[in-house]
T-cell receptor, first 113, second 114 residues
Framework: DGGITQSPKYLFRKEGQNVTLSCEQN?????MYWYRQDPGQGLRLIYY???????QKGDIAEGYSVSREKKESFPLTVTSAQKNPTAFYLC????????????FGEGSWLTVV | AQSVAQPEDQVNVAEGNPLTVKCTYS??????LFWYVQYPNRGLQFLLK??????LVKGSYGFEAEFNKSQTSFHLKKPSALVSDSALYFC????????????FGTGTLLAVQP
């Protein structure tokens, strides 16, 4: 089935550690996105990539990093510089053929312990 | 500043009754408007969108939304609510046709009582 796969679903991080969230899509979409969801705040854009080997900061990029070496993959690293990383992270993708509609993965919960 | 507002944190409705989830926006230019639904611990599922054309848009699961340019609103509606419609609903708006400019509301929790 076509879709966006995020892993792991649940992840625990110790203080000072970097962790990487995986996002893979087989929809052949050019653009990919990472959002953070906190209760009562809606979704906020962390990073986005319109094309392979290119990515741009979103509204809350500090403490995060990404790479886009392959069209189907857009991993997000939450670094130790992110002071409040506990949240639900959502990966999404789109392309011009989907009429500007963004499609989401199932999300990953990150908790700092 | 570009923004989207969902004025109600929660909407309660009895099963079988009509439901409305409100959304208003403030963006420059012509907006693209979207509704998504989220079930607990899941990603967002696309329901419907307005880009141009007919102001009444029909989407998945019997939902529809009406674009009102003068009131800058895009309210989500359904004629007869189901208990299974209970979920968190997000309105989103993009401007300039750019998906990297997608702004989400804070969400409205819909609770349908049997």
């Amino acid at each position: 089935d076509g879709g966006i796969t995020q892993s792991p679903k649940y992840l625990f991080r110790k203080e000072g550690q970097n962790v990487t969230l995986s996002c893979e899509q087989n929809l052949n979409h050019d653009a990919m996105y990472w959002y953070r969801q906190d209760p009562g705040q809606g979704l906020r854009l962390i990073y986005y990539s319109q094309i392979v080997n290119d990515f741009q900061k979103g509204d809350i990029a500090e403490g995060y990093s990404v790479s886009r070496e392959k069209k189907e993959s857009f991993p997000l690293t939450v670094t130790s510089a992110q002071k409040n990383p506990t949240a639900f992270y959502l990966c999404a993708s789109t392309d011009s053929n989907s009429g500007n509609t963004i499609y989401f993965g199932e999300g990953s919960w990150l908790t700092v312990v | 500043a570009q923004s989207v507002a969902q004025p109600e944190d929660q909407v309660n409705v009895a099963e079988g009754n009509p439901l409305t989830v409100k959304c208003t926006y403030s963006v420059s230019g012509n907006p693209y408007l979207f509704w998504y639904v989220q079930y607990p611990n899941r990603g967002l599922q696309f329901l419907l969108k307005y880009i141009t054309g007919d102001n009444l848009v029909k989407g998945s699961y019997g939902f529809e939304a009406e674009f009102n340019k003068s009131q800058t609103s895009f309210h989500l509606k359904k004629p007869s609510a189901l208990v299974s419609d209970s979920a968190l609903y997000f309105c989103a708006v993009s401007y300039g046709g750019a998906t990297n400019k997608l702004i989400f509301g804070t969400g409205t929790l819909l609770a349908v009582q049997p």
